[in-house]
């Protein structure tokens, strides 16, 4: 069972070599201990970083067989770095994990013996998250109930830590979306699955690389590349007013056919108007937001190019997801 593991990384030159370090003890030892053959390997994903990551990846892999690199061409996200290394995988099965030893390393054990027992992915997911701030736990926790409530199928409070087999990944190879949400995915592969329980750490150095507007903008990701939910609101909101403002027409021409004071109205006609123009836009607004992701997946633009490989037995041409 040869496994592969594959990290991404982005500027993560301060935590590279004591996760490359930690990474290679335990293969070592579930190497020795016949869980897994001896080529099993860690494969780093160069993000485009702009520090010395690559660097110290190349000297990793120039060193030991254990290491393997790939160097994208320029920094595409976690989504598409995390996609690059499933890809180009060789392992019987991939493990993919955070650089910043954020997620418990002794989860891999559980998850490969959760592997033999017939899972082909499986799902690695915090038991607690009373490490990340107030902010990011409440936020994190009502997205993903929010993702629930639109008919997404999430695994609660699972991020991109887990296992899949050969066939799993041969099943996601197939999805050519580039909006690239895999924990929605995922899920929708299908096989027998399998969770893994863990406690999160902090960061072991350097710090976030998902600022809040990236964390916004994969919030969003998520929510409009499988969910037409905001949309069936915008039409709900939409009839709900049109009824609401031929109630109030009604009532403005009983008042003007039947009572004395039926004065110009001001009111009557700016409010509406100011309401139903706010209520157009907001509509025509989210529209928009779809009819952006129709054009960016027609495209059909490639999610990465490989600039740089080390350590692999073949080589790659700068391939897509396609490959
Ligand atoms: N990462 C990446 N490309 C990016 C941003 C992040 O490959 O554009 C990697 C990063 O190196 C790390 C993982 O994604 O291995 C998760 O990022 P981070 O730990 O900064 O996110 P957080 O845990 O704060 O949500
Ligand atoms: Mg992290």
Known sequence: MMLSII?????????????ARR????????????????????????????????????????????YRGL??????????????????????????????LQDDLSAIEAMVDAHAAGADIVYGVRKRR???????????????RLLARFGLEVVFNHADYRLMSRRALAALARFGESNLFL?????????????????????FAGESKYPLRKMLAFAWQGISSFSAAPLHLVTGLGLLVSLGSMGFSAWALWVWLFTEHAVPGWTSTVVPLVFLGGVQL?????????VAKIYSETKRRPAYFLEKQIGFSQAFKDTDKSS
């Open 71 to 100: 160097k994208l061409s320029r920094n595409r996200s976690h989504q598409n770095a995390l996609l690059a290394g499933l890809q180009h995988a060789q392992g019987d099965i991939t493990i993919s994990v955070d650089a910043d």
């Open 282 to 290: 907001l509509s025509i607004g989210i529209l928009g937001e779809y």
């Open 130 to 144: 009373d490490r990340d701030s107030f902010f990011k736990r409440a936020s994190a926790e009502a997205y993903y």
């Open 7 to 19: 990290v991404p990384c982005y500027n993560e030159e301060a935590v590279l070599p004591e996760t």
């Open 23 to 66: 990474l290679a003890a335990l293969l070592g030892e579930l190497v020795s201990r016949e869980k897994l053959s001896g080529d099993s390997h860690v494969v780093f994903v160069d993000d485009g970083s702009r520090d010395q990551t690559w660097s110290i990846i190349e000297s990793l892999a120039r060193d030991a067989p254990v």
């Open 183 to 203: 924990r929605g995915i995922i899920p929708q592969l299908g096989f027998p699955s399998a969770i893994v329980y863990y406690d999160r750490a902090e960061r």
